[in-house]
């Protein structure tokens, strides 16, 4: 029996896990923290059905059918080539000796507290996009003062495709995730008034375009091309928003009760600490370096090692569980040959 | 407001200021606009923290006004820089401390740019060489003097006979902060809390007493601007801007302003003078304005310096009624005396704003 | 007062803390198919008006959105509803009915 090492139990080493250990494989899921389901288990819903995040992760940990041996809690500690396998020692001193790695180590969201301007964790009505998510998931979408807004404002591209934080990419998702929220908003508060600031509306995917009219046409969600420049307390600890209308040439301002920061996504930690253990090279944006950018993106340059998910770059949520079967299928068709 | 959150970003924005042994250069500016400002500093640190402050007769401009006017090249500015680095490297000081923000945002800039390109480091040395004879080191550090005063702003504190709280109200009194644009928006690394969330002039009010007020519109620039100010036709622009950081701050009902550039006290004091007398709008309680002050005006008053030695009668909006929330005592005799005894006469009084 | 030989300069910034949207209230009750516009600047650039006035369907449909309808007054009424932006649009705003909605707010009352 062959065995893999699937280090990170977000959805993408969920998806592999269980396709791997269907083939017959013994697959250890290695966790850091006590719970499975990464970031997806932080989302309330998800973009474009408004699909309950909970619903999908139960439906890939019910295909799992405890096949595999989850590891919670762990760390790879060590990690090296032992003749054709590899040994990795995890924190508590567990030792695995297993034939194939398969790194789906995910993404980190960016701290907003770097981007000083906007004064996320100074003003206390400036919250993140994971931050809504949770008052989504806890029914309790309020101010500070307990109050629910009357006028609210997403901020694209917070910590992407800004060289000034060291990130030139783009976060993909954050876009629709706007979208959504500004949606949700406005499902429960009709009278809230809402404001999406954004650089470019990159509506890539199905059903996004369709998404972002209804926000129009049946919302008012009220979209303004500009970046915000930065953020300010009044007295009634309102959130003061300096911005340009570069559709109208003109500077703007505005004033909001809450203020939501889209967050964007960054090579994770955990993945930069095994880059030296194995072998493995980031590329300029953080993320993990493929051996083709379009026909071995599974492939890193370390034989018997794989990527799938957001390690390799920022996806969507289908993009990451395809990426997860795709390299679960070459993962097989390695150990088989 | 979480406090903690700016704490973590103050952290970040620290920077090392000697204790001691500085090279001084003054202001072209502020010895007629705030004229006890710097005597001030150097009183505070030679005879209260008995310091070592060398200053020389033969420093000159830095040439920001002129650079930054369009007016004077920035080799020539290099140049005149280097003399002055060169005055402080013959009277054996390694430590620089200006009194003027754009003095120090020039520095900052001209030592930044050496750095990345030597061969205008080696231009400099050598265009100043060939016109005066002299050499000159780079600083080890350059401070601006806020630094310097908050460095020792505790040993000020514990000195201090007022503190800034209302003594009516035993509440600290409500200080807006406003740093100069070029002491750390070019480099925010420079400056004493970053350019966002700055600390050099917070710190000081929070060991004397006071509290800060933080409002929507606390960055932006005074107004002061240099050509948007020096030509008259553009001077309506530079007001535009004072009067969006009063209507931005008027809210908060602050006591007073402190600043660390010659030109935004300037501006912010004497911009309130021109509000009130062509839109008749005043923003301080009772028809009158906001008070404005260096900080070494500050540092004065709370060490119980006499408020005309500070040159506090100088000002456009009047001091006394702040004095007297502090609790400091003032000759409203001797105010228009100067240090001679002789009479300087009296100022025309404005007609739509509370004078003294 | 004093004259000192300067004003305070206005300021350029859209306040949107000032409402002002009743124009534009009323456009999207008339006209629903005003909130979709995706700001493309198809129907500017097929404009016959547009390549020799200052008319720009697409900034006045967005300066109307934020509230800025004083500077649409003098130059709404200079389409000549040809339907060339409307036979353009790629979202299928009935742009002659936008003009014409927001010619009649704009005039209200001044055309006898």
């Given at each position: 029996?062959?065995?893999?090492?699937?280090?990170?139990?977000?959805?993408?080493?969920?998806?592999?896990?269980?396709?791997?250990?269907?083939?017959?494989?013994?697959?250890?899921?290695?966790?850091?923290?006590?719970?499975?389901?990464g970031?997806?288990?932080?989302?309330?819903?998800?973009?474009?059905?408004?699909?309950?995040?909970?619903?999908?992760?139960?439906?890939?940990?019910?295909?799992?059918?405890?096949?595999?041996?989850?590891?919670?809690?762990?760390?790879?500690?060590?990690?090296?080539?032992?003749?054709?396998?590899?040994?990795?020692?995890?924190?508590?001193?567990?030792?695995?000796?297993?034939?194939?790695?398969?790194?789906?180590?995910?993404?980190?969201?960016?701290?907003?507290?770097?981007?000083?301007?906007?004064?996320?964790?100074?003003?206390?009505?400036v919250?993140?996009?994971?931050?809504?998510?949770?008052?989504?998931?806890?029914?309790?979408?309020?101010?500070?003062?307990?109050?629910?807004?009357?006028?609210?404002?997403?901020?694209?591209?917070?910590?992407?495709?800004?060289?000034?934080?060291?990130?030139?990419?783009?976060?993909?998702?954050?876009?629709?995730?706007?979208?959504?929220?500004?949606?949700?908003?406005?499902?429960?508060?009709?009278?809230?008034?809402v404001f999406?600031?954004?650089?470019?509306?990159?509506?890539?995917?199905?059903?996004?375009?369709?998404?972002?009219?209804?926000?129009?046409?049946?919302?008012?969600?009220?979209?303004?091309?500009?970046?915000?420049?930065?953020?300010?307390?009044?007295?009634?600890?309102q959130?003061?928003?300096?911005?340009?209308?570069?559709?109208?040439?003109?500077?703007?301002?505005?004033?909001?009760?809450?203020l939501?920061?889209?967050?964007?996504?960054?090579?994770?930690?955990?993945?930069?600490?095994?880059?030296?253990?194995?072998?493995?090279?980031?590329?300029?944006?953080?993320?993990?370096?493929?051996?083709?950018?379009?026909?071995?993106?599974?492939?890193?340059?370390?034989?018997?090692?794989?990527?799938?998910g957001?390690?390799?770059?920022?996806?969507?949520?289908?993009?990451t569980?395809?990426?997860?079967?795709?390299?679960?299928?070459?993962?097989?068709?390695?150990?088989?040959? | 407001?979480?406090?903690?959150?700016?704490?973590?970003?103050?952290?970040?924005y620290q920077?090392?200021?000697?204790?001691?042994?500085?090279?001084?250069?003054?202001?072209?500016?502020?010895?007629?606009?705030f004229?006890?400002s710097?005597?001030?500093?150097l009183?505070?640190?030679?005879?209260?923290?008995?310091?070592?402050?060398?200053?020389?007769?033969?420093?000159?401009?830095?040439?920001?006004?002129?650079?930054?006017?369009?007016?004077?090249?920035?080799?020539?500015?290099?140049?005149?820089?280097?003399?002055?680095?060169?005055?402080?490297?013959?009277?054996?000081?390694?430590?620089?401390?200006?009194?003027?923000?754009?003095?120090?945002?020039?520095?900052?800039?001209?030592?930044e740019?050496?750095?990345?390109?030597?061969?205008?480091?080696?231009?400099?040395?050598?265009?100043?060489?060939?016109?005066?004879?002299?050499?000159?080191?780079?600083?080890?550090?350059?401070?601006?003097?806020?630094?310097?005063?908050?460095?020792?702003?505790?040993?000020?504190?514990?000195?201090?006979?007022?503190?800034?709280?209302?003594?009516?109200?035993?509440?600290?009194?409500?200080?807006?902060?406003?740093?100069?644009?070029?002491?750390?928006?070019?480099?925010?690394?420079?400056?004493?809390?970053?350019?966002?969330?700055?600390?050099?002039?917070?710190?000081?009010?929070?060991?004397?007493?006071?509290?800060?007020?933080?409002?929507?519109e606390?960055?932006?620039?005074?107004?002061?601007?240099?050509?948007?100010y020096?030509?008259?036709?553009?001077?309506?622009?530079?007001?535009?801007?004072?009067?969006?950081?009063?209507?931005?701050?008027?809210?908060?009902?602050?006591?007073?302003?402190?600043?660390?550039?010659?030109?935004?006290?300037?501006?912010?004091?004497?911009?309130?003078?021109?509000?009130?007398?062509?839109?008749?709008?005043c923003?301080?309680?009772?028809?009158?304005?906001?008070?404005?002050?260096?900080?070494?005006?500050?540092?004065?008053?709370?060490?119980?310096?006499?408020?005309?030695?500070?040159?506090?009668?100088v000002?456009?909006?009047?001091?006394?009624?702040?004095?007297?929330?502090?609790?400091?005592?003032?000759?409203?005799?001797?105010?228009?005396?100067?240090?001679?005894?002789?009479?300087?006469?009296?100022?025309?009084?404005?007609?739509?704003?509370?004078?003294? | 007062?004093?004259?000192?030989?300067?004003?305070?300069?206005?300021?350029?910034?859209?306040?949107?803390?000032?409402?002002?949207s009743?124009?534009?209230?009323?456009?999207?009750?008339?006209?629903?198919?005003?909130?979709?516009?995706?700001?493309?600047g198809?129907?500017?650039?097929?404009?016959?008006?547009?390549?020799?006035?200052?008319?720009?369907?697409?900034?006045?449909?967005?300066?109307?959105?934020?509230?800025?309808?004083?500077?649409?007054?003098?130059?709404?009424?200079?389409?000549?509803?040809?339907?060339?932006c409307?036979?353009?649009?790629?979202?299928?705003?009935?742009?002659?009915?936008?003009?014409?909605?927001?010619?009649?707010?704009?005039?209200?009352?001044?055309?006898?």
């Amino acid at each position: 029996m062959k065995s893999i090492a699937i280090i990170g139990a977000g959805i993408a080493g969920i998806e592999a896990a269980s396709r791997l250990s269907k083939q017959g494989h013994k697959v250890y899921l290695i966790e850091k923290n006590p719970e499975i389901g990464g970031h997806v288990a932080q989302w309330d819903r998800l973009f474009p059905s408004q699909e309950e995040a909970e619903i999908v992760l139960n439906d890939l940990i019910k295909n799992l059918n405890n096949r595999a041996e989850v590891l919670f809690n762990s760390e790879v500690q060590h990690c090296g080539k032992k003749d054709r396998q590899f040994e990795i020692i995890l924190t508590g001193n567990k030792n695995l000796l297993v034939d194939v790695i398969l790194v789906t180590t995910g993404f980190d969201t960016f701290r907003a507290q770097r981007k000083e301007e906007y004064g996320y964790g100074i003003y206390e009505n400036v919250i993140t996009s994971t931050d809504l998510e949770q008052m989504f998931k806890k029914h309790n979408v309020v101010c500070k003062n307990g109050n629910p807004p009357k006028r609210l404002a997403f901020v694209h591209c917070v910590g992407s495709r800004d060289e000034k934080v060291g990130n030139r990419h783009c976060s993909k998702v954050c876009c629709a995730t706007a979208v959504k929220q500004a949606c949700e908003i406005k499902e429960l508060y009709p009278d809230c008034e809402v404001f999406n600031l954004y650089m470019d509306l990159r509506m890539f995917d199905r059903h996004f375009e369709d998404m972002y009219h209804e926000a129009q046409s049946k919302y008012y969600v009220n979209f303004i091309r500009g970046r915000l420049s930065e953020a300010g307390e009044n007295k009634d600890h309102q959130v003061v928003l300096k911005t340009e209308d570069t559709l109208a040439g003109k500077p703007l301002k505005l004033t909001v009760d809450l203020l939501v920061l889209m967050t964007g996504m960054e090579a994770c930690d955990t993945q930069k600490t095994l880059n030296t253990k194995l072998g493995l090279r980031s590329d300029t944006d953080g993320f993990l370096s493929t051996k083709d950018v379009f026909t071995q993106n599974n492939f890193s340059n370390t034989d018997g090692v794989f990527f799938a998910g957001t390690c390799t770059g920022p996806k969507t949520i289908p993009e990451t569980l395809a990426d997860a079967r795709a390299a679960a299928s070459l993962v097989n068709a390695y150990l088989m040959s | 407001m979480r406090i903690e959150g700016k704490e973590q970003i103050w952290k970040e924005y620290q920077k090392e200021i000697p204790n001691d042994d500085f090279f001084y250069v003054r202001s072209c500016i502020r010895q007629n606009l705030f004229p006890a400002s710097e005597v001030i500093f150097l009183k505070i640190l030679r005879e209260e923290l008995s310091k070592t402050i060398y200053e020389t007769p033969h420093h000159t401009t830095c040439g920001g006004i002129g650079y930054h006017s369009d007016i004077v090249p920035i080799e020539t500015v290099m140049t005149i820089i280097a003399r002055q680095f060169a005055l402080m490297t013959e009277a054996g000081f390694e430590n620089y401390a200006c009194s003027c923000i754009t003095s120090f945002g020039l520095y900052s800039e001209i030592i930044e740019t050496w750095n990345h390109f030597p061969e205008l480091l080696e231009k400099t040395r050598k265009s100043l060489k060939e016109a005066t004879g002299r050499e000159f080191n780079i600083p080890k550090h350059l401070a601006h003097a806020s630094d310097v005063i908050y460095k020792v702003r505790n040993e000020i504190a514990e000195k201090a006979k007022y503190k800034l709280i209302n003594k009516h109200t035993g509440k600290p009194l409500k200080v807006v902060e406003h740093i100069g644009c070029h002491y750390s928006k070019m480099f925010p690394n420079k400056g004493i809390g970053g350019a966002e969330y700055p600390y050099v002039l917070t710190g000081m009010v929070e060991a004397w007493g006071g509290e800060i007020v933080d409002y929507p519109e606390r960055r932006h620039c005074c107004g002061f601007g240099f050509r948007q100010y020096l030509v008259q036709a553009n001077r309506g622009y530079s007001l535009a801007n004072t009067h969006k950081k009063f209507e931005s701050m008027e809210p908060f009902e602050p006591d007073m302003i402190i600043t660390n550039c010659p030109g935004c006290p300037f501006f912010l004091d004497r911009w309130q003078y021109v509000i009130a007398e062509t839109e008749g709008k005043c923003y301080g309680a009772k028809g009158q304005g906001i008070p404005v002050f260096t900080y070494e005006e500050v540092a004065g008053m709370v060490l119980g310096y006499d408020p005309w030695d500070l040159g506090l009668q100088v000002h456009q909006i009047a001091v006394e009624p702040l004095l007297d929330k502090i609790g400091i005592p003032y000759n409203p005799e001797t105010k228009y005396q100067g240090l001679n005894g002789k009479d300087l006469g009296k100022p025309e009084l404005p007609k739509n704003i509370c004078s003294c | 007062m004093i004259n000192f030989g300067y004003k305070r300069n206005e300021s350029a910034t859209l306040d949107l803390d000032v409402d002002n949207s009743e124009l534009y209230k009323k456009l999207l009750k008339e006209e629903p198919s005003a909130a979709t516009c995706i700001s493309c600047g198809t129907c500017a650039s097929t404009c016959s008006t547009g390549q020799f006035t200052d008319f720009n369907l697409r900034k006045i449909m967005l300066l109307c959105k934020r509230g800025d309808t004083q500077s649409l007054e003098p130059i709404i009424n200079r389409c000549m509803l040809c339907g060339k932006c409307q036979f353009a649009c790629p979202k299928g705003l009935n742009t002659r009915h936008i003009v014409l909605i927001l010619n009649k707010h704009l005039h209200a009352g001044k055309i006898s």
